[in-house]
């Protein structure tokens, strides 16, 4: 499994920062967001480093199609029921912060802080 020792994420994955965690397995590692935008926020990312959507191609259409199944498991466990969204930042124009590819769950009742 590949990891940057620069990226925040990575660390996360590897335990060297703390995080909220929801659920992991061999593949992805889901934590609560620290700045949320609802009132449950949660980031899917893989193990795996990968920068961004721009960087995936045929042979992570399983561990997209997973990091896609598992949100809506995991929302239904933490008591989301009325609707959530999903987000993938790409790039710097798509206002990519974390240069590691996560997914954003986001619900709760509204109104959120944003979005």
Not at 53 to 71: N, Q
């Amino acid at each position: 499994m590949s990891a940057d020792p620069n990226c925040i994420f990575c660390k996360i994955v590897a335990g060297q920062i703390p995080a909220s965690k929801v659920h992991e397995d061999d593949e992805v590692f889901a934590f609560h967001d620290i700045h949320p935008w609802a009132p449950v926020h949660i980031l899917i990312i893989p193990k795996r480093h990968i920068v961004s959507m721009v960087d995936v191609d045929a042979e992570h259409e399983g561990l997209l199609g997973r990091m896609m199944l598992l949100s809506s498991r995991l929302m239904k466990q933490l008591g989301v029921t009325n609707g959530y969204r999903h987000v993938i930042n790409t790039g710097p124009d798509g206002r990519q912060e974390v240069q590691h590819l996560h997914l954003h769950v986001m619900g709760g009742p509204r109104p959120w802080n944003k979005g």
